[in-house]
């Protein structure tokens, strides 16, 4: 199961790849690092006892969430444009599609509401997400190194975007510039 550190990477890149460079792309990006881990918050639903537990990947882990969740960030926030959404709405897919990928739970509710089924890709998974539990320190360290492990597989990622994305707009400018 992903940490909070895969989940906010994998939602700024993905903003990051959809939505061109402007003035408040990294107030998107940091945006979409949130939206990329807004579907763990399901968790508080179980902490809070609500119904009889067994939220965490449901309801909030399913393409129809994600649009929703797409639809309501570019209306609150301003940015009512089909890129925002469309970036918006992937940034918060984008945790139901890495859980989907490596996880060991019984997997994600896909197309709630349409099915209650839950899927999950059977595959190896690249990061060992167990942890001591012996100590509370033992399991935070091994947090740790967990979370060192997805910055260093998924960080690369988003900073590739960045330049890209940093160069793409310079190479904008300098052809904009010419133009007059």
């Keep these: 199961m992903p940490l909070p550190v895969a989940h906010s990477l994998i939602g700024a890149s993905v903003a990051a790849a959809l939505y061109p460079k ?10 979409s ?11 508080v639903l179980n902490w809070l006892r609500i119904g009889r537990g067994g939220w965490h990947h449901g309801f909030t882990h399913s393409i129809v969430f994600a649009v929703i969740i797409g639809a309501v960030t570019a209306l609150v926030t301003g940015w ?6 469309l970036a918006f709405s992937a940034a ?3 945790h139901t599609l890495l859980d ?5 739970s019984r997997g994600v509710s896909l197309w709630w509401p349409f099915t ?29 190194q967990i979370s060192l492990t997805e910055l260093i597989i998924f960080g690369p990622l988003l900073l ?21």
């Design 116 to 144: 209650d089924r839950r899927y999950k890709l059977r595959g190896p998974n690249p990061i060992d997400y167990t942890w001591n539990t012996t100590s509370f320190w033992n399991a935070v360290v091994d947090v740790v």
């Design 33 to 43: 690092a949130f939206l990329g881990v807004l579907p763990d918050f399901d968790y």
């Design 100 to 104: 989907y990928l490596i996880t060991e």
């Design 92 to 94: 918060t897919a984008s």
């Design 160 to 180: 590739l975007l960045i330049m890209v994305r940093s160069m793409s707009s310079r190479k904008g400018k300098m052809l904009h510039g010419m133009d007059h």
């Design 22 to 31: 402007s003035d408040a792309w990294w107030k998107l990006l940091y945006l």
């Design 80 to 85: 009512r444009t089909k890129r925002a959404f």
